[in-house]
């Protein structure tokens, strides 16, 4: 934390270098926990994989939710919070179901059409004016995801069904976000955990495998490493523009194919490549026309 603190005294042109830094450090520690859900989730359910996770991220914030306990106690718009912890507990489950049967990568594509879904969706649901320009980019991004998904009554696959489920469920949780955030940032990414460590202690039963001592590593290491990666996204968004560190996020595709080939054995396919490239040709264009148009698009967060 004193790092991070240190980091915001630098000048302008430091700190937006800095912003990129952590940014990209972010997304190397996201897909690095994402591989490593995988690998635990061969072995061990869904559920334990949030119980334990949420254990040990839990256990990291506490102390910092002790000094902030009186942000807790007066929440805005409680039943939208509730919606909030409901959606993100849903997508984080979907994410990690969908990779037991799924290359990472695959499971990664689906999930960067997140921004074409919240700009579809801020239109359909909030009211938005969209403009012609931009629906064009939402239905370019579509066939992107139509590309990857090879629709086909041989191809299409429950497990591909919940990734795509699971982006949509990010989508509105990046919706409802938007309309909460003068809620302080360690309220919402608490009680994000706290959803997932309550859903994987009703589920953890269910199929349980007593984990090893190396594997209590992991599921600590998958903990650690997520919180530590929301602390990076948040001071990266402090110290530049969000037009400056955003689209980096996108490199999440090239660490996803990475790790799935080096740990895995996983080689994309064509459509992937190829799905992928116009998801993010058009999620890009989405975001620099809400630049232009003086909108700033919140910062889409893989999953906690």
């Known amino acids: 934390m004193s790092l991070f603190a240190k980091l915001s005294s630098y000048d302008d042109r430091s700190a937006r270098l800095a912003g990129i830094g952590l940014m990209l450090l972010s997304i190397f520690m996201f897909s690095f926990g994402d591989a490593m859900g995988k690998f635990i989730v061969a072995t061990y359910s869904v559920g334990q994989l949030l119980w334990l996770r949420g254990c040990a991220a839990?256990?990291?914030?506490?102390?910092?939710v002790w000094q902030r306990r009186a942000d807790f106690l007066h929440l805005e718009r409680p039943w939208l919070q509730l919606l909030r912890v409901t959606l993100s507990t849903l997508e984080v489950a979907a994410f990690f179901l969908a990779t037991v049967y799924l290359p990472l990568a695959d499971v990664i594509t689906y999930y960067l059409a997140c921004p074409i879904f919240v700009t579809a969706l801020s239109?359909?649901?909030?009211?938005?004016?969209?403009?012609?320009?931009?629906?064009?980019?939402?239905?370019?991004?579509?066939?992107?995801?139509?590309?990857?998904?090879r629709p086909s009554t041989q191809t299409v696959s429950w497990p591909a069904l919940i990734a795509l489920g699971g982006s949509t469920s990010f989508a509105l949780l990046m919706l409802i976000?938007?309309?909460?955030?003068?809620?302080?940032?360690?309220?919402l990414t608490t009680s994000q955990f706290c959803g997932t460590f309550a859903l994987g202690a009703a589920l953890s039963p269910i199929g349980w495998v007593t984990p090893t001592a190396g594997s209590l590593v992991l599921f600590a290491a998958a903990g650690l490493i997520s919180v530590a990666a929301l602390f990076c996204v948040?001071?990266?968004?402090?110290?530049?523009?969000?037009?400056?560190?955003?689209?980096?996020?996108?490199?999440?595709?090239?660490?996803?194919?990475?790790?799935?080939?080096?740990?895995?054995?996983?080689?994309?396919?064509?459509?992937?490549?190829?799905?992928?490239?116009?998801?993010?040709?058009?999620?890009?264009?989405?975001?620099?026309?809400?630049q232009q148009l003086g909108r700033e698009e919140p910062a889409v967060n893989p999953p906690a």
């Open 58 to 64: 839990l256990l990291v914030l506490l102390p910092v």
């Open 123 to 149: 239109g359909l649901v909030l009211g938005e004016h969209v403009g012609w320009r931009r629906w064009t980019a939402i239905l370019v991004g579509f066939c992107g995801v139509l590309i990857a998904l």
């Open 234 to 290: 948040n001071r990266s968004l402090k110290l530049a523009p969000a037009s400056v560190v955003v689209p980096y996020q996108y490199s999440m595709i090239v660490w996803a194919v990475i790790f799935g080939f080096v740990v895995f054995g996983d080689v994309p396919s064509w459509a992937t490549i190829i799905g992928a490239a116009i998801i993010i040709a058009a999620g890009l264009y989405i975001f620099v026309r809400e």
């Open 177 to 187: 976000t938007r309309s909460l955030r003068t809620t302080p940032d360690i309220v």
